[in-house]
C-alpha cells in the first residue's frame, strides 16, 4: 500500500526526477573534462527538453496531490514548470553566449547543476502543499542561487553579492520558519489544506495568525523582491554574472510567486463554505476577519513605487533592471489583492509575459556589455545607430516593461488592471498606472542614451553573430506579437488558475 | 511545566539573533546568529511537538538541521571567497555595491 | 477594396513604411519620392473615402468589425461619420505638403524620419477611425512613440527635454484615460450583459450610470484630453514640444496631434456622458476662454517666432473647447471647421517659420525686418496665411471663429455669454499678435544685412503650400462643401445631448 502510492507518486513525478538526474549526470560527467567545455551545457539542456517533454505529457492530468499530500500535480503548478524550464532553457543559452562566463577561467560545469538545481527547487516551490516540502524547496532554490551568485570566486562584486545574499537569505528563511512554527503550533499540522481545515472550524487567535502571517511573508517577499525584503536586490542583480542576474529576476522570483500564491489561497480559505459568485464575479473565500488581502495591497504598492522612484537616479543598467524588476513584482502583488480567478490567471498571464520581456532586456544588456564593456547607461549613448537590431529590440523590451500597447507588457497591465477595477480597486489602479508614468521615466531614459544622442568616439558598426540575433529575435518577437495576439496565453492562464483544493 | 516557558525561551533567543545579524559586524559572527534564529525556531518546534503530542514538529526539525548545515558550509565558502579577495570579513568594509 | 477602406487608411501608411528601412543608405531622393507617393496614395483613398460617404446618415459608414480579443469582447471597430471624416481629410492632406515642404530639411538620418513619419501617419488616421475603446487607446498610445523620436533626433537644443516631457505628460493623462476605460466597460457590464469595449454599444448605457461615477470617468478621460488639446493649464508641454520639433514635426503636432484632443473631446466625452460634460460646461467654457486670451497674451511677449505660433495654437485651441462647451449643432459645427482651419493656418505657418528658419537659421523677430522686399513671394502668401489665422472674412478662420461665437453666444449650456464676449476678445488680440509680428518681420527697412540674400521661396515649395492655400480659401467661401457632410453626425451629437437631459428628467 505503501509502496503503491510512493511508485503511484513516482509517475507523476517525471520532470522533477528528470531534472535530479540530470544534475547527478552533469556533476558525474564533470570528473571526466578537465578544461572548460560546453558538454554539461548540452546536457542541461538536454535534460529540461527532457523534463519539458514530459511536463507536456501531464497537461491534462486530473489535479491531485502525490507523496502523501506533499507535492500537487496541478494546472497550477503545470503553468509554473512550463515557465521556469523555458527560463532555464534561456538561461543556459544566455550562458553560452556571455562573454563574461566564457572567458572567466572557471569551469561552468557546477553552473549548470546549479542551474538546474534551482529549476528544481521552483518545480517544488510551485507545487508543494506541505509547509515542510515548501521550506524545503525554497532551500534548494536558495542554496543554488547563492553560489551562483558568487560564482566568480575572485571577483570582489561576485562574492559580495553572494554574501549580502546569503545573510538576508538566512534571515529571512529564520523569520519564515519561525512563522511556519507558530503555525505548526496553532494548527497542529503542516499540511495546507488541514490548516485551512483547522482554521475555518476553530476559532483562533487572529493576532498571533497575523504575526505567523508577517513572519511567513518575509520569505516569500525575499522570493519575490517585495518591500521591505527586496535590500538584497540590486546588489545581488549588479555583482553577480549577468545569466545569473537573469535568472533571479526570472526563475526564482516566479517560483516565490507560485509559492505565495498558492499558500495563502489555500491556507487561508475558509474551508467550509463553497465558491460563491455574484455578479458574473467569482471570489475565493478567505477566512473572515483576516485582512491578508489588504497586507499584500500596502505590501505592493510600497514594492512599486519603491521601485520605481528608485531606479529614476540609476546609471547602472544591471542596477536599474533590478529595481525594475522590484517594481514588476509589486504590479504582479496588485492583481493578488483581488484574490479571485480573475486576479491569479492576471497574474500567470503578466508573469509570461514578464519572462520574455525581461529576459530579453537581461539578454540585450548582456549583449552590449559584451561589446561595449561597459554597464553604464551614459556610457550606452547612440550605439543605437551602431548596433540597430540589438537596440531596436532593447527599445521594444523597455517599451513593453512599462506597458505601451502593442507589446505584451501591455497585455499584463491590462488583465491585471482590469481584475484591479472589476472589483472595485480603481485607487490602487490608478496608483498602479500612475506608477508606470514613473517607470516610462527611466525606461526611456535609456532608450534617450540609445538613440537621440549621437555617438562619441568610435562610431562605426557594432554586429553580432548570427545566433544572437536569432535570440535577441526569439524573445523580441513574443514581447510584440502577444501584444497583439494573446488569445492562446491568456486562455492558458485562465485554464492554471486552478490550484489544486480550491473551487 | 507549561509550554510558555519554552515559547519564551525561543522568542529570546530568536531575538537575540536578530539583533545579532543586524547589530555584529563581522560575517561569521552574523551567520552564528542566523543559525541562533534556526536553533530557536527548532526549539518552537519540538515544544510545539510534545504539547500537540504529534511528531510532526520533531521531523522538521531534523530537516532543519540538515539545512543549516548547508546553508552553514555555502555561507562560509563564500565568507571564504570573499576574504581571499578583500582580506576582511567585516561587513561595514564590504561596500563596492550600493545604491 | 472600398468595404475596407479604412484599413486600408491605416495600414497602407504602416506596412509601406517597412521598406524604407530596407532601402540603401544615402539614397535620400528615392525615400523622399517613395514617401510622398506613399502619402499621396493615401490622399486619394480618402478623397474616395469623402465621396463615398453619405452625408444624410449620421451612423457610421464603412464599418469594419472584427472579434479582437474573445474574452473581453474587444473589437477591431472601425467606422466613419461626419466628424471623423474631416479630420482624416485633414491628416491626410497635411502629411504629402509637409513632406514636399521640408523635402531639404532633414538631412541625417533621412530613412528613420520618413519610416517614423508613414508610421506616425497611419496610427493617427487609427485614432480617429477606432470605435473601440481599448483599440483608440493603442493607437492613442503609439503615436508617442514616432513623435518621441521625431522630436527627440531630429530636434533642437533642448530636445531631450522636450521630448521627455511631452511624453511624459501625454502618458499621464492617457493611462487615467485606461482606467476609465476599463472602469466604464466594467460598469456597464450588468446593463449590456457583457464586458465589451465597444463605443456604440457603450454610449447606449454611459448616460444611465450614476452621476458621480460618470463624472470620476469623465475626468479621467477629460484630462487625458485636455492634456493633448492642451487646455490651459495643462499647456505646458506644448511651447516646448513644438520649438524643439523639427519643422514637419510641429506641423504635424499643431495640424492633427493637437485635434486628437478635441477630436477626443467630443467623440468621447460628449459621446459618452452628455450630461456630465453639460453639468462641466461652464468651468471648461473658463478654461477655453482662459486659453484663449492667456494663450494670445504669451504671444504678444514672444520674441521667438515659433514659440509665438506655439503659443497661438493654445489660444486657437481655446477656440475650439469653448466650442464644444457651447454645445449647440452650429458651434460644434464650427469647432469641427476651426479644428480642420487650425489644422490648415497653423500648420502652414510653421511652415512659413521653417521656410525662413531654413535659410537664415534663426527663429528671433529681432533678427528680421524688411524682408517684403528681398522675398515678395513669401511675403505675400506668409500674409495670407496670417490672415487666415486671424480670422479675415473671406478666409477659413473666419468662418469657423464666427460660427463658435454665433453658436455659444445663444447656447443654452452656458447660460450667460461673458464666455463668448470674454473670447471675442482673443480675435482682436490674435490679430495684435500676429500683425505686429508681421510687421516686425515682414515690413520696415532692412536692418540686419544678412538679410539682403535670403532667397525668395522655389518652386517647391510654393507648389507644396499651393493645397494648403486652396483650402484656406475654399473654407472661407463656401464652408458648405465640407460643413454639409458632417452635419447630420453633428446633429446626432447635439440631439443625444438633448435626449440624455430630457431622461434624466424622467429618470430624477
Redesign the interface.
Known amino acids: 500500500m505503501l509502496t503503491q502510492q510512493i511508485l503511484d507518486g513516482l509517475s507523476k513525478f517525471y520532470p522533477e526526477t528528470i531534472l535530479s538526474v540530470t544534475i547527478l549526470v552533469i556533476v558525474f560527467v564533470e570528473l571526466f573534462f578537465k578544461k572548460k567545455t560546453r558538454v554539461s551545457g548540452w546536457i542541461a539542456m538536454a535534460g529540461l527538453a527532457a523534463a519539458m517533454l514530459f511536463t507536456f505529457l501531464q497537461v491534462n492530468i486530473p489535479a491531485q496531490t502525490i507523496f502523501f499530500q506533499m507535492v500537487a500535480v496541478d494546472p497550477f503548478s503545470y503553468f509554473f514548470k512550463v515557465l521556469l524550464i523555458l527560463s532555464g532553457f534561456l538561461i543556459v543559452l544566455f550562458t553560452f553566449l556571455s562573454d563574461e562566463i566564457r572567458s572567466s577561467e572557471f569551469k561552468t560545469q557546477e553552473y549548470y547543476a546549479l542551474l538546474i538545481a534551482l529549476t528544481l527547487g521552483g518545480f517544488l516551490m510551485a507545487s508543494s502543499v506541505n509547509l515542510l516540502m515548501m521550506y524545503l524547496a525554497l532551500e534548494l532554490s536558495s542554496l543554488s542561487s547563492y553560489v551562483l551568485a558568487g560564482y566568480f570566486k575572485k571577483s570582489n562584486r561576485s562574492s559580495e553579492a553572494a554574501l549580502k545574499y546569503v545573510i538576508y537569505g538566512g534571515v529571512s528563511s529564520g523569520l519564515m520558519l519561525f512563522g511556519i512554527s507558530l503555525i505548526y503550533g496553532i494548527c497542529g499540522s503542516l499540511d495546507m489544506f488541514a490548516i485551512s481545515a483547522y482554521l475555518s472550524a476553530n476559532p483562533v487567535n487572529l493576532i498571533t495568525l497575523l504575526i505567523a502571517i508577517f513572519l511567513m511573508l518575509a520569505g516569500f517577499g525575499y522570493k519575490i523582491s517585495a518591500v521591505p525584503f527586496h535590500f538584497w536586490t540590486p546588489d545581488v542583480y549588479e555583482g553577480s554574472p549577468m545569466p545569473v542576474t537573469a535568472l533571479l529576476s526570472v526563475s526564482s522570483k516566479a517560483a516565490g510567486f507560485a509559492m505565495l500564491i498558492r499558500f495563502f489561497l489555500v491556507a487561508f480559505q475558509n474551508a467550509g463554505h463553497p465558491t460563491i459568485t455574484t455578479e458574473g464575479l467569482h471570489q475565493y473565500i478567505t477566512l473572515p476577519g483576516l485582512h491578508w488581502p489588504e497586507v499584500i495591497a500596502v505590501i505592493a504598492v510600497a514594492t512599486m513605487t519603491l521601485g520605481n522612484v528608485v531606479a529614476i537616479w540609476q546609471d547602472n543598467l544591471k542596477r536599474l533592471l533590478a529595481y525594475s524588476s522590484i517594481a514588476q513584482a509589486g504590479y504582479m502583488l496588485l492583481a493578488f489583492v483581488v484574490v479571485s480567478p480573475q486576479g491569479i490567471s492576471a497574474m500567470l498571464t503578466y508573469l509570461a509575459v514578464y519572462l520574455f520581456m525581461n529576459l530579453g532586456a537581461f539578454f540585450a544588456a548582456i549583449l552590449i556589455s559584451n561589446k561595449y564593456k561597459t554597464e553604464n547607461i551614459e556610457e550606452m549613448k547612440g550605439i543605437g545607430y551602431r548596433s540597430p537590431l540589438l537596440c531596436v529590440s532593447m527599445a521594444v523590451f523597455m517599451l513593453s516593461l512599462s506597458g505601451i500597447p502593442m507589446t505584451a507588457g501591455f497585455i499584463g497591465k491590462f488583465y491585471i488592471f482590469s481584475a484591479l477595477i472589476n472589483n472595485g480597486y480603481i485607487w490602487l489602479a490608478i496608483i498602479g498606472l500612475m506608477n508606470s508614468v514613473v517607470s516610462l521615466y527611466y525606461y526611456i531614459k535609456i532608450l534617450k542614451n540609445m538613440f537621440l544622442i549621437r555617438p562619441q568616439g568610435d562610431t562605426g558598426a557594432v554586429s553580432f553573430g548570427a545566433g544572437y540575433s536569432v535570440l535577441l529575435l526569439a524573445l523580441a518577437i513574443p514581447t510584440i506579437v502577444l501584444g497583439i495576439f494573446f488569445g492562446p496565453l491568456t486562455k492558458f492562464a485562465e485554464y492554471s488558475v486552478q490550484i489544486f483544493g480550491l473551487k | 511545566m507549561g509550554i510558555n516557558y519554552f515559547l519564551i525561551l525561543a522568542l529570546l533567543l530568536?531575538s537575540i539573533?536578530?539583533a545579532g545579524?543586524l547589530l555584529r559586524r563581522n560575517?561569521i559572527i552574523?551567520?552564528m546568529c542566523?543559525e541562533l534564529?534556526?536553533n530557536?525556531?527548532n526549539l518552537?518546534?519540538v515544544s510545539?511537538s510534545s504539547?500537540?503530542g504529534?511528531s510532526?514538529?520533531q521531523?522538521?526539525v531534523f530537516?532543519?538541521m540538515t539545512?543549516a548545515a548547508?546553508?552553514a558550509a555555502?555561507?562560509l565558502?563564500?565568507?571564504i571567497?570573499?576574504f581571499?579577495?578583500?582580506e576582511t570579513i567585516n561587513i561595514d568594509e564590504?561596500n563596492?555595491?550600493?545604491? | 477594396m472600398i468595404n475596407n477602406i479604412l484599413s486600408f487608411l491605416i495600414f497602407l501608411p504602416i506596412i509601406l513604411s517597412i521598406p524604407i528601412l530596407f532601402f540603401k543608405a544615402g539614397k535620400d531622393k528615392l525615400i523622399k519620392t517613395y514617401t510622398i507617393a506613399v502619402t499621396i496614395v493615401v490622399f486619394i483613398l480618402s478623397i474616395i473615402l469623402y465621396f463615398g460617404f453619405d452625408a444624410s446618415k449620421s451612423d457610421f459608414q464603412f464599418v469594419e468589425k472584427v472579434q479582437w480579443v474573445t474574452d473581453f469582447n474587444i473589437f477591431y471597430f472601425l467606422g466613419v461619420d461626419g466628424i471623423s471624416l474631416l479630420l482624416i481629410l485633414l491628416t491626410t492632406l497635411i502629411f504629402p505638403v509637409t513632406i514636399l515642404a521640408v523635402w531639404n530639411s532633414i538631412t541625417t538620418r533621412t530613412k528613420e524620419f520618413y519610416f517614423l513619419l508613414l508610421i506616425l501617419e497611419g496610427s493617427l488616421i487609427g485614432v480617429f477611425l477606432s470605435l473601440d475603446l481599448i483599440l483608440f487607446y493603442v493607437f492613442w498610445e503609439l503615436i508617442l512613440i514616432p513623435m518621441y523620436f521625431i522630436i527627440g533626433i531630429w530636434g533642437g537644443k533642448n530636445k531631450y527635454y522636450a521630448t521627455v516631457k511631452f511624453f511624459l505628460y501625454t502618458m499621464f493623462g492617457s493611462l487615467l484615460m485606461l482606467v476609465a476605460i476599463i472602469w466604464l466597460a466594467n460598469y456597464a457590464t450588468p446593463m449590456i450583459g457583457k464586458f465589451t469595449t465597444d463605443y456604440t454599444e457603450l454610449r447606449k448605457v454611459s448616460i444611465f450610470m450614476p452621476l458621480n461615477i460618470q463624472m470620476w470617468m469623465f475626468i479621467f478621460f477629460g484630462l487625458s484630453f485636455a492634456i493633448k488639446v492642451p487646455m490651459f493649464p495643462f499647456h505646458t508641454w506644448l511651447p516646448d514640444a513644438h520649438t524643439e520639433a523639427p519643422t514637419a514635426g510641429s506641423v504635424i503636432l499643431a495640424a492633427v496631434l493637437l485635434k486628437m484632443g478635441t477630436y477626443g473631446l467630443l467623440r468621447f466625452s460628449i459621446g459618452l456622458f452628455p450630461l456630465t460634460f453639460v453639468r462641466f460646461a461652464v468651468p471648461i467654457a473658463i478654461l477655453g476662454v482662459i486659453g484663449i486670451i492667456y494663450g494670445a497674451l504669451l504671444c504678444i511677449a514672444q520674441k521667438d517666432m515659433k514659440k509665438l505660433v506655439a503659443y497661438s495654437s493654445v489660444s486657437h485651441m481655446g477656440f475650439i473647447v469653448l466650442a464644444l462647451a457651447g454645445m449647440t449643432v452650429e458651434s460644434v459645427q464650427g469647432g469641427l471647421i476651426q479644428m480642420v482651419n487650425h489644422g490648415l493656418s497653423t500648420g502652414a505657418l510653421f511652415l512659413f517659420v521653417g521656410f525662413i528658419y531654413d535659410r537664415r537659421h534663426t527663429r528671433e523677430i529681432a533678427d528680421y525686418g524688411g524682408l517684403t522686399k528681398i522675398i515678395p513671394i513669401f511675403a505675400s502668401l506668409f500674409l495670407v496665411v496670417c490672415l487666415s489665422s486671424i480670422g479675415l472674412p473671406g478666409l477659413n478662420g473666419f468662418v469657423g471663429e464666427f460660427m463658435i461665437l454665433a453658436g455659444s453666444f445663444a447656447s443654452p449650456n452656458l447660460h450667460n455669454n461673458i464666455y463668448t464676449i470674454l473670447g471675442t476678445i482673443g480675435i482682436v488680440l490674435s490679430a495684435v499678435y500676429l500683425l505686429w509680428m508681421y510687421q516686425r518681420v515682414m515690413l520696415g527697412p532692412v536692418e540686419n544685412e544678412a538679410n539682403r540674400n535670403v532667397p525668395d521661396l522655389n518652386k517647391r515649395e510654393i507648389i507644396s503650400i499651393i493645397p494648403i492655400l486652396l483650402f484656406i480659401v475654399w473654407i472661407g467661401v463656401y464652408p458648405n462643401t465640407f460643413l454639409s457632410k458632417s452635419e447630420a453626425s453633428v446633429k446626432r451629437v447635439i440631439e443625444n445631448v438633448e435626449a440624455a437631459k430630457k431622461n434624466i428628467l424622467n429618470i430624477y
Open positions: 530568536f539573533g536578530v545579524v560575517a552574523v551567520f542566523i534564529m534556526l530557536s525556531v518552537v518546534f510545539f504539547y500537540l504529534n510532526i514538529g521531523i522538521f530537516f532543519i539545512v548547508a546553508e555555502v555561507g565558502a563564500i565568507i571567497a570573499l581571499r579577495n578583500k564590504i563596492i555595491l550600493k545604491w
